[in-house]
């Protein structure tokens, strides 16, 4: 029994999968996502959508089903989503007799606790102290944001907070930029401390948990526009670079702009009515490769498509592929009729 190819050439399987430039933005998609958090659900979109499209073709061309996990994928996301919503709403229904703003913090006991929110650069950590039913002091352990707007903003709102005892709103902030965020991210992050001291919190589920960090994360913020900036610029340089190599083993170029420029240098410009060298690089894109190789004693060898080309195909390169793309062609049609005679 022949293995599947995954089991038998792992390592080949991975990189014919790499080749494929679908695979490429899903592998980069998934690894801004598991680096920036905050930019998981804006990512899940890309990789769906980018899924749905190589899908839906691959079913137009072979008739492939595959696209019907695409369908199956979105329900369970729907299914999870409806689930989670409805124990979220739920929870924070209850959560509104539990507060721990103003007279609240009577039901708070004794004790130590750190709560997080999220600021406008990055998350907010606090302790909170809580002793015979006021807060007593107020540490921040992480907190990313604007020193003018911690200096300005944050000293105000803790003194306010401890001379009261209680969680109160703070007062509208200065107009410093993302001076709103940072207040409440730092009101969320002692609000989550003091929560932790009430008995009996309502908290989500594990699965409503699991299914918001796993598919949004955190709530999209700035540092989600910086994750996608280096998505698409991670996927332009290699995109850049993997476009002047040859697909291994097929001799067909990755890419070809069709700009001419090798054209435009080439001293041969064109023969039998096939532009030298943009036309051997889409008849390798084709596979023909006796063409090519029937073309290639025109070709003088200069190297100055080489210059000029902005991926890097020349016509020797295009042309040495092509002859061992046809040498391997030839190999395995060998090896295939060996075997039909055994
Ligand atoms: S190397 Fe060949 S294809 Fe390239 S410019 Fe020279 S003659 Fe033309
Ligand atoms: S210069 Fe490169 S990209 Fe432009 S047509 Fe020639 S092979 Fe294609």
Do not use: H
Not at 273 to 302: A, F, H, I, N
């Amino acid at each position: 029994m022949t293995l599947p190819r995954p089991l038998r050439d792992p390592l080949g399987f991975l990189w014919s999968a790499f080749n494929i430039r679908e695979v490429r933005l899903v592998l980069y998609a998934l690894i801004v996502a598991a680096l920036f958090p905050s930019s998981r659900y804006i990512l899940f979109v890309i990789i769906g959508i980018t899924l749905a499209i190589v899908w839906f073709k691959n079913y137009r061309k072979t008739g492939s089903r595959k696209i019907l996990y695409f369908f199956g994928a979105v329900l369970l996301i729907k299914l999870g989503y409806f689930i989670s919503y409805y124990d979220v709403t739920s929870v924070d229904e209850a959560r509104i007799i539990k507060r721990p703003w103003g007279a609240g913090i009577s039901q708070v006991l004794d004790g130590k606790y750190v709560g997080e929110g999220q600021g406008f650069r990055g998350p907010i950590k606090t302790e909170v102290e809580v002793k015979n039913n006021r807060i007593v002091s107020i540490k921040t352990l992480e907190y990313s944001d604007l020193i003018s707007v911690k200096d300005n903003q944050i000293p105000v709102f803790q003194r306010e907070i401890l001379e009261k005892g209680m969680l109160v709103r703070p007062s509208e902030p200065e107009m410093f930029r993302g001076a709103t965020e940072t207040l409440t991210g730092y009101v969320n992050a002692i609000a989550s401390a003091l929560a932790k001291g009430i008995p009996d919190f309502p908290e989500y589920s594990v699965s409503s948990k699991v299914f918001l960090e796993t598919f949004f994360g955190k709530a999209p913020d700035r540092v989600t526009i910086n994750a996608l900036a280096i998505l698409f610029a991670a996927f332009m340089v290699f995109e850049y670079a993997l476009q002047s190599m040859l697909t291994p083993g097929t001799g067909r170029s990755i890419n070809c702009y069709n700009c001419a420029s090798c054209v435009g240098v080439c001293p041969v410009k064109e023969v039998e009515g096939v532009q030298m060298p943009m036309g051997l690089v889409l008849l390798t894109r084709l596979g023909d490769y006796d063409r090519v190789m029937e073309l290639s004693k025109y070709c003088v060898g200069c190297g100055r498509c080489a210059t000029k080309c902005p991926i890097g195909n020349s016509g020797p390169l295009v042309i040495s592929a092509a002859f061992q793309a046809a040498r391997q062609k030839k190999l395995e049609q060998g090896i295939g009729s060996e075997k039909e005679t055994a």
